[in-house]
């Protein structure tokens, strides 16, 4: 593949469509929840969206795992091993899945205890989170496929994935939860069904895409094979890791804003997940270098990691300024969409200018992220999250104890956004030294 900004945007775009999408599971649930009768709906599910970010996105390293190694596969044209380097982290997803449904009762010990600060909220909580347990195994085998379709640059393989997931939740949650009046229960199966959707097609493209190959599925001591797996988990381990660190920093946001109070934590819930809708679109431009740079680097074209790099960064740095500014025009519109609470509205409009500059003060983050990932370089991803989680949480807990207000929280949230672009621009001349010259 020539890289130019061309062919980037035929890669970015499908993702752009896609990624915007993927908020629409949390959209819905939020503004269903924020249109009920007090704020009680809309904090359950905030306690229970930290719980499955910590699940999904904390098991995301099966996702960049997989795009970062097939995609450096795919430039080394070894088919065979593309196929294998599905089948193991799909397997790993399974197994993982199954025995998270099956302790479901502890997992919702364990987040009462760390996060619910009301113990109204446990009802409504409990019930979203049981229901939606049930389709967590196909959940964690869709990233599995959306890592392989992000590493074979089949993007709009990827784009219909997810639309299929997101429209199916977005129309079976409104359906459910309003006109059949199942509340929280009807958003939570309405999730449930959108991973089965999405699940069902990505089995389908992938075996249409094989089916002109003859591969042995049998060939067990290959797919097995330890050096295989010994090198996907000392990816995943870094990845899981860093990923984490990244889910605990948001359910520390949200512990410290319910901590303030009811209306905080739900305020910072809706944040999070404006914050989500910029991030989600600048990551397709970051999708897109985590394929490029992985081919790059399989093919062992130096020049190439570099065009990839310059190339989506600047697409990815046109795109954070035009968010910024879609959100301070439509400033009322978006606030209006989300509740219709006087109180979360005000609380929101107060730091309006810090949700306005976030997509550019996150960009190179998400960016560098890509980049590393489609290196594989996962060691330095950890080290930097580590280092950014570290200080913006000493900030917080040194310097305003009793103080903290959700402006100064929120405050710092940008700055450990800024911290992690730092940090990981710091190790960007190793991507270069994984291809000799």
């Not at 499908?14 to 629409?24: D, R």
């Not at 899945?97 to 502890?106: A, H, Q």
Request: a positive charge.
């Amino acid at each position: 593949m020539v890289i130019n900004r061309k062919n980037i945007w035929s890669l970015s775009w499908p993702l752009i469509i896609a990624n915007f999408t993927i908020p629409l599971v949390g959209l819905t649930d939020t503004i269903i929840m924020g249109h009920m009768p007090n704020s009680l709906y809309l904090a359950a599910i905030a306690i229970g969206g930290i719980v499955f970010n910590f699940m999904y996105a904390g098991l995301n390293f099966l996702r960049m795992g997989t795009t970062g190694i097939v995609s450096q596969y795919f430039g080394a044209n070894n088919f065979e091993e593309i196929f294998f380097s599905l089948l193991r982290p799909l397997l790993i997803a399974l197994i993982i899945g199954v025995t998270l449904y099956f302790s479901k009762n502890l997992l919702f010990e364990l987040s009462v205890y760390f996060l619910t600060p009301d113990p109204a909220l446990e009802k409504f909580y409990k019930e979203y989170l049981f229901v939606r347990m049930i389709g967590l195994p196909a959940g964690l085998l869709n990233i599995v496929f959306l890592g392989w379709f992000f590493g074979m640059q089949k993007t709009r393989s990827v784009m219909l994935q997810l639309i299929t997931i997101n429209l199916v939740n977005a129309i079976a949650s409104i359906y459910l939860a309003v006109f059949l009046d199942y509340g929280i229960y009807g958003v939570a199966l309405g999730s449930v069904l959108a991973q089965f959707s999405g699940l069902f097609l990505s089995i389908i493209i992938f075996l249409n895409f094989f089916k002109q190959y003859n591969f042995n599925l049998f060939k067990v001591t290959k797919m097995l094979g330890l050096k295989a797996f010994r090198n996907l988990f000392s990816i995943s381990k870094n990845l899981f890791l860093r990923t984490m660190l990244l889910v605990f920093v948001q359910a520390y946001l949200i512990k410290k804003a319910g901590l303030i109070g009811v209306d905080q934590l739900a305020s910072m819930e809706i944040l999070l997940v404006i914050f989500g809708l910029s991030s989600y679109t600048l990551d397709a431009f970051a999708h897109s270098a985590e394929s490029t740079v992985g081919v790059s680097i399989g093919s062992k074209n130096k020049e190439n990691i570099y065009k990839s790099i310059i190339t989506t960064t600047e697409l990815a740095l046109f795109f954070s300024i035009f968010i910024g500014i879609i959100l301070y025009t439509f400033n009322y519109y978006v606030l209006a969409m989300f509740t219709d609470l006087m109180v979360l509205r005000e609380m929101i409009d107060d730091l309006w200018g810090l949700v306005v500059i976030t997509p550019f003060v996150s960009m190179l983050a998400f960016q560098l992220d890509g980049i590393f990932i489609g290196a594989t370089l996962a060691k330095e991803m950890r080290n930097c999250m580590i280092l950014s989680s570290l200080i913006f949480c000493l900030i917080i807990e040194f310097f305003y104890p009793t103080t903290l207000d959700l402006k100064t929280l929120y405050s710092c949230f940008l700055l450990f956004l800024i911290l992690r672009g730092v940090f990981l621009t710091m190790y960007l001349n190793r991507v270069f030294k994984l291809v000799r010259s």
